[in-house]
C-alpha cells in the first residue's frame, strides 16, 4: 500500500487533470451545446410540449368543468412550472449524457462525468434535504398546500421515473406515461387546486393515451434505425407487431372514453371519434412498413388537434362537483370552523331572541 502523501499526489494530479480537461475549449463548446440542446432541441422541446399538454388539459377541466376561475386557484403557478421546468432541463441532459456514453464518445468523458456528479449531487440533495428544511420552515420550502407528505412523495417519484427513462430506455414509454401522466395530472391538481382528483385523472386519460400512440408510431418508424445503432427503445422490446397491437389496445381504450361521455353527458362527444378513423388508417399504414415515412409528422398534430377539439367538448361535460367550497386552500382552518362555529351560534341566538319576542308579543 502507498504512503499517505503519495495518495494524496496521486488524487491531487486526478483532480488537477480532470479540472484541465474540462477547461479545454472543445469540450466547454459540447457543455454549452449540451445545455443548448437540453432547452432548445426539437425533440426535446415536443417532450416539455406534451408535459404542458397534461397540465393544460387538467386546467381545461377545472375552469370547463369544474367551473373554477383562475381568481379562485391556489396561486403556486411559479413554484410549479419552475420544478417542470428545471427537471426537464435535467432529465434532458441525462439523455444527452447517455446518447454520448452510447456513442462511445471518449474525447468528453470527464466532462459527462462532472456533469452526472453535479446532477446527482442536486438530485440527492434536493430529494434528501426537502424534508429537513421543511421541518425547519424554510421559506424555500412553504407552499399554499395542505398536503406535504403526499406531495413530496408524488414529487419524489416524479424524479425517480423520469430518470428510469433514461436509465431503462427499453421502458422508456411506460415510465413516460407514469410519471408524465398519472403523476403530473396529479401534481397539477395539488399545486393549483390542493387536492388529489381522480375526475381530472379521467379526463386527461384520452390525451395521455393519444400521446402514447404518437410514442408508438415514432419507435415503429424507427425501429429499423435503432436496430441498426444498437439503440434501445420500448418498440425494440416488444416487436413491431405488438407495438402496432398496442397501438390498437391505446385507441380502443380512447374510443371507450370518448363513448362514456357521448352516452353519459352530451352527443357533442361524437366529434372526438374522428381519432377512431384515423387511427384505422393509421393501422393499415403500420401493418404495411414502407408507408410510414410522413406518419410521425401527421401523428405529432393530431395530438394537437384532438386536444384542441377535446378541450372544446369539455364544456358539455357534467360538473362532478356544483357545491365546491372557496378557498381551496385555507391556511387556518382550525380559526375557520370557530368562525363558522361563532357564525351559527350567534344566528342561533338570534332565532331565540326574535322567537322570545315574538311569545312576548
Known sequence: MPPRSQQIQELTSCI??????????ITLLYLCKSLFKSVFGIRN???LLYRFLTIMIVIAHYTIVEKINYEDFVHNEWEFMSFIVVWHVIFMNLKIIEESRRKKN??????????????AIYTLSHIILTPILAWLDYESTRLQSSYFTYRYIWMFFYILFNSFINIFPLVNNFMFFLSDGIILTQLTSLYLFNEFSMSALLTSMPVLFVIQ???????IKNFTRDETNSKLSFVRL??????VFLFVIYTMFTFLFNLVDTLANNYVFVFNLWYTVYALYVFGKLMDNKKINTLKLFSFFSILLYGLIYCYT????INPFPERVYPLYNPNPINATQSTNSTIIDSNQTISINSTNGNDL
Open 16 to 25: 488537477k487533470l480532470t479540472i484541465k480537461k474540462c477547461t479545454r475549449p
Open 45 to 47: 422541446l415536443k417532450t
Open 106 to 119: 471518449e474525447e468528453h468523458l470527464h466532462m459527462m462525468v462532472v456533469i452526472v456528479g453535479v446532477i
Open 213 to 219: 400512440n404518437h410514442g408508438l408510431i415514432k419507435g
Open 238 to 243: 416488444i416487436g413491431r407487431h405488438d407495438a
Open 314 to 317: 369539455l364544456q358539455y361535460q
